[in-house]
C-alpha cells in the first residue's frame, strides 16, 4: 500500500462467462471512459490516474463503451438514473487496486446466449426465378452511437459464421428545412445517425471485404406531405434528393457495393405533374455514378384493426420499369389473433407478400423482404400493436421493460420470421429475406426487432444449412 495520500488506482474486473470474446469492457465513468486490457479468460484491467478520481469516483463496467444499455445489470435500473450516477462509487483515498465482479450484463442472461431456436417444421429449399441465389442476411441498425465503430468487425465475423451472404445498410438524413425551398443532411448528433462517411466507409469496407453481398439505402426522414407545394420547390427538391443520391451512389461505387436502393421521399398527395419524369431523372443521375443494380423500396405496414397498406401505393412514383429490383420493408399485422397458429402465419406472411406482386411482375421485377417484427409476444400483428418506437424500451432498462404492454416472446418473432419464408419458398419472384434492425453488437434478450443472437437467428441458420 502507498503512503502519502491518493494514489492511481487500478480496477480489476471478473465479467461473466457469456460475454462476447471480441468486447472491450470499459470502466464508465461520468466524465470519462478507461478501456480495460483483457488480461484473462475473464478479467479485465485498468489503471486510472488519481487526478481523474477525485474525492468520489462513481462508474460502472459497460460493453464497448456504451453506455446504459450495454452496461452491467446492476441498480440504478434507468436510464436518467445512470447517468446520474452509474452505481458503483469508490473514494479512492490511499486505494491502489479495486476488485469487482460483473454479475450479468443488460440484456443478457445469466448464463448462455439466449432461448434455443424453437421447433419448426423442416426448412424448404428457395429456388428464386432465374437461377438466382436466395439471399438471407441482416438489415443492419446504423452506427449511430460511437460504440458501434469498435465493433464493425466482429459484427462481420458474426454475420458469416451463421452463414448469410447478404446485408443492407441503411443512412438516414433529414430533411433540415421546407421553407422556401427544402434543404437535406445529416442532423448528427441531434438524431442517431452515421457521425460521417468515413464512418459508413469504414463499415462497407468490412462487409464487401468479406464477400457479403451489400446494398446500400440512403434514406430521407421527415418530409411533411400535407402541403402542397410549387413547381419550383419541387425543382429544388429534386435537387436535394439527386445531389443527396449521388454523393451515397459514389460512396457506393467507391467501396465496392452490390447494389443501391431507396424510398422515393417526395411522393406526395399534391406531386408535380411530372412527377415520373422528375424520378426517372433522379434515377438516371444515381445509375451515372454507380453501375450496379438499383431498386425502389416499398413500405407495408397495417392500422390497429389490422388494415394492410403498402406506401406509395400504387400506381407508384416512380414507374417500376426505371429499376433493377424492389425492395419490401413490411411491418404490418400478418394475423391479429394472439394464438395463431403457424399455418394461419403462413397464410398471412403470403397475403402480405402478395400486394406487392402486381407491381414486381409489371415490370418483371424481384423483391428482396425486409421484415421488421419485434420479439415481443404475438410478434405477428406488427404495426397493429407496436411501433419502431418500441426500442425506447431497450433504452428505458430492463425493470421499466418488464412493468410495460409487452410479454418478451422470441421464439414468437421467430415464427413470424419462419412464416415469411415459408410464403417466399411459394413465390419465386421473392429472391431474399433479409429481417430488419439487427444490432451491431450481442443484446441477445433485448426485445426490440433485431435477430441477433436471438431465437430468430437460430431458425435462420436452420434455412440457411438447409440451401443448396
Known sequence: MACGGPTDVTFRVTVPDNTPEDDTIVVYGLAQQYVMAKIGATTHEVTVAVEDLGDRFSYRYTRNGMDFVASEAIAPETGPE??????????????????????????????????????????????????????????????????????????TRHLLDVGYNAVSVSVPWQVMATDPLPKVGNAYPDLPNYPDDETLRTQLRSLVAAGLSVQLRPQVDRLDTSVPRSDAWWDAWFVELGDMMVHFAEIAREEGVTSFAF???????????????????????????????????LVGFSD???????????????????????????????????????????????????????????????????????????????????????????????????????????????RTIDAFLRAAASRPWVTGLIPFGYWNMDMPLEPGMSTRRLATEGVLERWIGAQP
Open 82 to 155: 445512470f447517468f446520474a450516477n452509474p452505481g458503483r462509487t469508490i473514494e479512492p483515498g490511499d486505494r491502489e487496486l479495486v476488485e469487482d465482479v460483473v454479475q450479468r450484463w443488460r440484456w443478457f442472461p445469466a448464463t448462455g446466449l439466449g432461448p434455443p431456436a424453437p421447433a419448426i417444421a423442416a426448412p424448404l429449399v428457395l429456388a428464386p426465378a432465374g437461377g438466382r441465389r436466395f439471399q438471407l442476411g441482416a438489415g443492419m441498425q446504423d452506427l449511430w452511437d460511437p460504440a458501434f465503430t469498435t465493433t464493425i468487425d466482429a459484427t
Open 263 to 297: 424510398y422515393p421521399t417526395g411522393h406526395h398527395p399534391h406531386p408535380p405533374p411530372n412527377a415520373d419524369a422528375r424520378w426517372r431523372a433522379l434515377v438516371a443521375r444515381v445509375r451515372g455514378t454507380f453501375a450496379g443494380p438499383v431498386g425502389v423500396i
Open 304 to 414: 390497429q384493426a389490422g388494415t394492410q397498406y403498402v406506401i406509395p401505393d400504387p400506381p407508384m412514383t416512380p414507374s417500376p420499369d426505371a429499376f433493377d429490383f424492389l425492395v419490401f420493408d413490411t411491418f404490418g399485422a400478418i394475423d391479429l389473433r394472439g394464438d395463431a397458429s403457424d399455418a394461419d402465419l403462413v397464410a398471412g406472411a403470403g397475403v402480405m407478400l402478395d400486394r406487392v406482386a402486381a407491381v414486381a411482375s409489371s415490370a418483371s421485377l424481384p423483391v428482396i423482404v425486409v421484415p421488421g417484427y419485434a420479439a415481443v409476444a404475438g410478434s405477428w400483428r406488427g404495426s397493429s400493436f407496436y411501433s419502431i418506437d418500441i426500442y425506447d424500451a431497450t433504452f428505458g432498462g430492463e425493470q421499466q421493460w418488464q412493468q410495460g404492454r409487452y410479454t418478451s416472446s422470441p421464439v414468437d418473432q421467430a
